[in-house]
């Protein structure tokens, strides 16, 4: 079963990756579903053609997607998935988004794929069995200070109106690493750091689909992945930081704010 899940996930993921990139600079109608957060036809349609191929070839799974209901079936497996990573990078042209597909077993995400269409880069990990890069195997980096690490964050929608919206740490990292990337995709973010481009990523309120394959690559590519405040992390628990390993304390740190120096 698991082998048909990677099967199913890696052909589905190149396909609507495919269909993106087919699609780049052509998106006619944008919606909003609040003041700066948006849903193109490219995020249905990519949705549409993953949840169909899932739906055939996995009737009984249940299924949680960003633009659809939850598919809530009586099954111990789920898959998550995130129909376009970067949507405002897409609706502008800016290329760079993915497609990211998780597959959960009793709770817990044992293969994940986030494909990059315009690089051609198709990111996997199954747990326990490391992570790889089109087929490579990748290993996050061995930067072990702060003041040399290039970090990766990304800002909530709902920063116009909530006082959480990640500000602060932006700035105390800012102060303390050697540069930082806000790019526009959780899960490319992810991937960049297990693959070592990145040393460190931290962001807060995200949603399962945006993490569940990334947080799986990280930790195959032997990278941490916990909450802000080092405890364990969660799909479902909307924070997230990532990282080579031998930073995460130094983030941990500056994370709990100007008390605490890192
Ligand atoms: C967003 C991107 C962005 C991150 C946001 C996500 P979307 O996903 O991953 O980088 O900062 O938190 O919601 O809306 O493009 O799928
Ligand atoms: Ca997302
Ligand atoms: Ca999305």
Redesign the pocket.
């Known amino acids: 079963m698991r082998d048909k899940a990677r099967k199913t996930a890696i052909e589905t993921i190149r396909r609507a990756g495919g269909l993106l990139k087919e699609n780049l600079g052509r998106s006619r109608s944008v919606e909003f579903k609040g003041a700066i957060?948006?849903?193109t036809e490219a995020?249905r349609a990519s949705e549409d053609l993953i949840m169909g191929e899932i739906r055939k070839a996995f009737p009984g799974h249940g299924i949680l997607t960003?633009e659809s209901p939850e598919v809530v079936k009586d099954s111990p497996f789920k898959w998550i998935i995130?129909?376009?990573?970067?949507?405002?990078?897409?609706s502008h042209g800016f290329p760079f988004?993915c497609v990211s597909i998780a597959f959960e077993e009793e709770g817990t995400v044992v293969f994940g794929a986030v494909y990059d269409p315009m690089l051609d880069e198709l990111f996997t990990a199954e747990r326990g069995r490391g992570a790889l890069l089109n087929g490579e195997v990748i290993k996050v980096s061995s930067t072990d200070s702060l003041d040399r690490s290039l970090l990766a964050?990304?800002?909530?929608?709902d920063l116009r109106v909530a006082d959480d919206n990640n500000f602060d740490h932006f700035s105390a990292f800012s102060l303390k690493a050697q540069a930082i990337r806000?790019?526009?995709?959780?899960?490319?973010?992810l991937c960049y750091t297990a693959s070592g481009r990145f040393d460190g990523y931290w962001?807060?309120?995200?949603?399962p689909?945006?993490v569940a394959a990334g947080a799986l690559i990280v930790e195959e590519a032997g990278g941490r992945v916990t909450g802000f405040g080092g405890g364990p992390f969660s799909v479902y628990g909307r924070e997230c930081l990532a990282s080579n390993g031998l930073i995460h304390e130094r983030m941990i740190k500056v994370l709990k704010g100007p008390d605490r120096d890192a």
């Open positions: 957060d948006l849903v995020d960003e995130d129909p376009l990573d970067g949507t405002t990078n897409y988004f964050t990304g800002f909530p929608y806000r790019a526009g995709s959780a899960a490319l973010d962001e807060m309120k995200l949603r689909w945006d």
